[in-house]
T-cell receptor, first 113, second 110 residues
Framework: TAGITQAPTSQILAAGRSMTLRCTQD?????MYWYRQDLGLGLRLIHY???????GKGEVPDGYSVSRANTDDFPLTLASAVPSQTSVYFC????????????FGNGTRLTVT | RKEVEQDPGPFNVPEGATVAFNCTYS??????FFWYRQDCRKEPKLLMS???SGNEDGRFTAQLNRASQYISLLIRDSKLSDSATYLC???????????FGKGTHLIIQP
């Protein structure tokens, strides 16, 4: 089934360690996004990419980096994790242009201890 | 004023009733609008797009009021399975172009 896949599903990570959250889509969507969702704060955009080779900062980019080497993959890296990065992370993709809804992955539940 | 505002609820509604909630947006240049549904600990899923003329999908009706800058979602004959959080999404303006509301929590009671 076509869609967007995230890995891992969940992870416990020691503070100070690095980690890459993986996101792959097979819908050939140009745009991809990383959100974090925290209780009471809703979905907040971390980084986005409108097309392969370009990335942009969202609302809460600090402590995170992304790359977009090709259309399908959009990994999110935490270089040195901190407890405040404990959250549920969702990757999403969409066709370019207005009127194109987002398709979300299943999410990664990350706990930084 | 927040860009996209929703009443967080929870809305407690008996099964079979009709429930409606709104979402207001501040950017008058917004051009596309969506309702998403999110179940506990799951990813948001597209419920329906919202068109200028309003649109209906089974028991669900979405409407857009550009003059007052809000969209609405009406659910008729509510089912237990409708219990979820409903997210409003507004598109248009800004680099990423998408703004999410924090969601309205709906609980359908037997």
């Amino acid at each position: 089934t076509a869609g967007i896949t995230q890995a891992p599903t969940s992870q416990i990570l020691a503070a100070g360690r690095s980690m890459t959250l993986r996101c792959t889509q097979d819908m050939r969507h140009n745009a991809m996004y990383w959100y974090r969702q925290d209780l009471g704060l809703g979905l907040r955009l971390i980084h986005y990419s409108n097309t392969a080779g370009t990335t942009g900062k969202g609302e809460v980019p600090d402590g995170y980096s992304v790359s977009r080497a090709n259309t399908d993959d959009f990994p999110l890296t935490l270089a040195s994790a901190v407890p405040s990065q404990t959250s549920v992370y969702f990757c999403a993709s969409s066709d370019s242009g207005l009127g194109s809804p987002l398709h979300f992955g299943n999410g990664t539940r990350l706990t930084v201890t | 004023r927040k860009e996209v505002e929703q009443d967080p609820g929870p809305f407690n509604v008996p099964e079979g009733a009709t429930v409606a909630f709104n979402c207001t947006y501040s950017n008058s240049a917004s051009q596309s609008f969506f309702w998403y549904r999110q179940d506990c600990r799951k990813e948001p899923k597209l419920l329906m797009s919202v068109y200028s003329s309003g649109n209906e999908d089974g028991r669900f009706t979405a409407q857009l009021n550009r003059a007052s800058q809000y969209i609405s979602l009406l659910i008729r004959d509510s089912k237990l399975s409708d219990s979820a959080t409903y997210l409003c999404v507004v598109q248009g303006g800004g680099a990423d172009g998408l703004t999410f509301g924090k969601g309205t929590h709906l609980i359908i009671q037997p």
